[in-house]
């Protein structure tokens, strides 16, 4: 997958040099099976991140949705032309989007990405989605890969989804796109949070910060540690049961910022599970369970927050069992038959 989305990046250079689509990065790997603990090992999928921002002659612009839940912060993508005359002046023959007649423009130069991947001023997710699939979809015939692989892409409105396959094993990979936060690792992202995101809303992402943490305990780790094992063996575990991976993947990252990596070998694997089910009991009996990355200023110092994330008040994941008994006592349930 790695050598694959390198290759992806190489030709969206190319392709996408002189154009005025968002200028595409390097893919970063995100989710389970890029930190190593995928619960489903017959069945992972490959998510990456690519990072955009913005052509020649455009802006990107974060607004954070005033409307948004108190637990998630939601983002649009405002674009705005930037003035270029002093770029044409000094030879780069691109006319300027602000001050060149309409009738110029339409006439010598490619539309704005305000006419192609926006919504009146904000860019919008399902066109960036469309986008990537023609992208995809124009790319592969050129790539090494194409000779021994059989592309199949896969309906998805908020991400670009396909599979890749040759007789015997079978891949499958999820281009989510986004927008970094400054010059941090926190990004605003095409992944959806509910069922109905709008389509120029781009929920905050932490993904790219915690594949860095599991990153940074892999190189400070003896060789048989077994904290990945750990998360493995209990997101398994629950599959089926009404517990969030996400919840048993934060509550291993928070045990793993607070113990040793030397106290995670093979010899304390029984006492680390047990560890992480006290701390999923205790959890969801006081109802309380702190997002890992937001307000967590015990972070490791190659993750970078952009100061509102680092200083704001922590999340409580399990915000929904506090004014919900009976998904609480649900909750119990879940755990004990786990």
């Known amino acids: 997958t790695t050598d694959l989305m390198a290759r992806f990046t190489i030709y969206f250079a190319h392709i996408l040099s002189n154009s005025f689509y968002p200028v595409l990065q390097q893919a970063i790997g995100v989710g389970s099976a890029f930190e190593g603990w995928s619960p489903r090992e017959q069945d992972v999928v490959y998510r990456v ?46 006319l300027c989007f602000l001050h060149h007649p309409e009738e110029e423009l339409r006439s010598k130069q490619d539309p704005s990405l305000l006419d192609t991947l926006c919504t009146g001023s904000y860019l919008d997710v399902h066109k960036t989605a469309r986008w990537f699939y023609q992208l995809v979809g124009a790319i592969w015939p050129a ?54 995101t709008p389509s120029t809303t781009w929920p905050e992402s932490y993904a790219v910060a915690e594949v860095k943490f599991f990153r940074y305990i892999a190189r400070q780790a003896p060789p048989d540690s077994l ?77 970078r927050l952009p100061p509102e994330v680092q200083m704001a008040k922590t999340r409580n994941l399990l915000h929904h069992l506090v004014m919900d008994p009976v998904a609480h006592s649900q909750a119990m349930t879940e755990y004990v038959d786990l």
């Open 49 to 94: 991140l690519v990072p955009m921002t913005p052509p020649r002659g455009h802006s990107f612009h974060l607004e954070l949705d005033p409307a948004g839940q108190r637990h998630v912060r939601n983002f649009s993508v405002r674009v705005q032309l930037e003035c270029t005359c002093t770029r044409e002046q000094q030879g780069e023959g691109m």
């Open 143 to 196: 790539l090494p890969q194409s000779h021994n692989w059989h592309l199949v892409l896969l309906p998805s409105r908020r991400s670009c989804q396909f599979k890749v396959t040759n007789g015997r094993e079978s891949f499958r990979i999820e281009l989510l796109f986004g927008v970094r936060l400054g010059d941090s690792d926190i990004f605003v992202s095409s992944q959806p949070r509910e069922a109905c």
């Open 227 to 303: 904290h990945l094992r750990c998360l493995q063996f209990f997101t398994r575990l629950q599959l089926g049961l009404g517990i969030p991976t996400y919840t048993m993947k934060t509550i291993v990252m928070h045990l793993l910022n607070i113990v040793p990596v030397s106290q995670w070998r093979r010899r304390d694997f029984v006492r680390r599970l047990v560890d992480i089910s006290e701390s999923l009991r205790f959890c969801v009996g006081v109802r309380r369970l702190n997002h890992f990355i937001v307000g967590n200023r015990r972070l490791p110092g190659e993750i």
